[in-house]
């Protein structure tokens, strides 16, 4: 492992990740890196006993756990679009046929097949979208 790496690992490992073998190995063999990591630890403990910590109100949590739950996205109505679709192929189906003499002679299980083709596109375009 070359240097800039190694350093990388310990700059994580002061955030808390777990500094890997060949870090560990580098850092043993290497005078730079050692002394980039001594310095590193240094300054951590310095800005930890530095800089005081905010104490929270106790009623903080509370308060944050109930603008969550008020502010969370009401789910219902997630069928409108399901029946807005049905709605809109039951007009359309009794359209096609009231002004068309094409659909007189179409069976019905093959306006059925297209409707649920259809259906099944809209919904595959909707997940995509979420
Ligand atoms: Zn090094």
Do not use: K
């Not at 630890?41 to 009623?59: F, G, H, K, M, S």
């Amino acid at each position: 492992m070359d240097c800039h790496p190694a350093q990388e690992a310990i700059l994580a490992a002061i955030d808390g990740d777990r500094r890997s073998d060949d870090a560990a190995a580098h850092v043993r063999e290497c005078a730079a890196c050692r002394e980039f990591d001594t310095i590193q630890r240094a300054q951590d403990a310095t800005l930890v006993t530095a800089i005081l910590r905010p104490r929270l109100n106790p009623a903080f949590r509370p308060r944050l756990r109930e603008a969550i739950r008020a502010s969370a996205p009401v789910r219902g109505r997630t069928w409108l679009p399901d029946i807005a679709y049905v709605a809109g192929a039951v007009a359309g189906v009794a359209l096609a046929f009231a002004s068309s003499p094409y659909f007189r002679d179409t069976t019905p299980g093959a306006v059925v097949l297209v409707g649920v083709l259809g259906y099944v596109f809209q919904i595959a375009l909707t997940d995509r979208r979420d």
